[in-house]
């Protein structure tokens, strides 16, 4: 069993070989359920996990957790790093750190239902019109390959991809 970067490579082949000999299994479902817990707090889960969220004290939280579009900057990094792991073990890389700084601006009018000043030039759709990755990466490869690295593990982010690209949402209330 070789690991490298704390990953057993023989089974993550043979994960990959699982899929290309039967494509239906990589079609997966992922689900997550929310309560709300009082004021701004919720509390989420996934399979056995759970998280709070919450609104900092500037918009009326009580800054116990990190609040929704922080978890989004959250899980991109989180992706991206689960993805470097993944794709340098593949490839023979062992890493030695990676660090990524995230950021993301989002204007709080169209949040708050306001349609702000024209001359403001400020977005009143809500949500993130940008969003900054800085990947700092320590690793046994040159800096070529782990360019290579860098640029398969952006294109194959399942979270990275879409937060980028229109995605069908469709939330229905039930009373």
Same mark, same amino acid.
């Given at each position: 069993?070789?690991?490298?970067?704390?990953?057993?490579?023989?089974?993550?082949?043979?994960? @990959?070989?699982?899929?290309?000999?039967?494509?239906e299994v990589g079609?997966? &479902?992922?689900?997550?359920?929310?309560?709300?817990?009082?004021?701004?707090?919720?509390?989420?889960?996934?399979?056995?996990?759970?998280?709070?969220?919450?609104?900092?004290?500037?918009?009326?939280?009580?800054?116990?957790? *990190?609040?929704?579009?922080?978890?989004?900057?959250?899980?991109?990094? *989180?992706?991206?790093?689960?993805?470097?792991?993944?794709?340098?073990? @593949?490839?023979?890389?062992?890493?030695?750190?990676?660090?990524?700084?995230?950021?993301?601006?989002?204007?709080?009018?169209?949040?708050?239902?306001?349609?702000?000043?024209?001359?403001?030039?400020?977005?009143?759709?809500?949500?993130?019109?940008?969003?900054?990755? @800085? !990947?700092?990466?320590?690793?046994?490869?040159?800096?070529?390959?782990?360019?290579?690295?860098?640029?398969?593990? @952006?294109?194959?982010?399942?979270?990275?991809?879409?937060?980028?690209?229109? !995605?069908?949402?469709?939330?229905?209330?039930? &009373?």
């Amino acid at each position: 069993m070789a690991k490298i970067n704390g990953l057993d490579t023989e089974k993550l082949m043979a994960v @990959v070989e699982t899929v290309k000999q039967n494509w239906e299994v990589g079609k997966t &479902v992922w689900k997550a359920s929310t309560t709300w817990k009082g004021g701004f707090k919720v509390e989420t889960c996934s399979r056995d996990f759970t998280l709070t969220a919450d609104e900092p004290e500037m918009l009326c939280g009580t800054n116990t957790a *990190a609040n929704p579009v922080e978890m989004v900057l959250q899980a991109y990094g *989180a992706c991206l790093t689960i993805g470097y792991a993944m794709n340098a073990a @593949v490839m023979g890389i062992k890493i030695d750190d990676i660090k990524i700084d995230l950021e993301g601006e989002i204007d709080l009018p169209g949040f708050l239902g306001l349609e702000p000043p024209e001359k403001l030039h400020m977005d009143k759709l809500p949500g993130y019109k940008s969003v900054k990755a @800085v !990947v700092k990466i320590k690793a046994d490869a040159d800096a070529k390959t782990l360019k290579k690295l860098h640029e398969h593990v @952006v294109r194959t982010s399942p979270v990275g991809l879409t937060l980028s690209r229109p !995605v069908r949402v469709e939330t229905k209330l039930e &009373v």
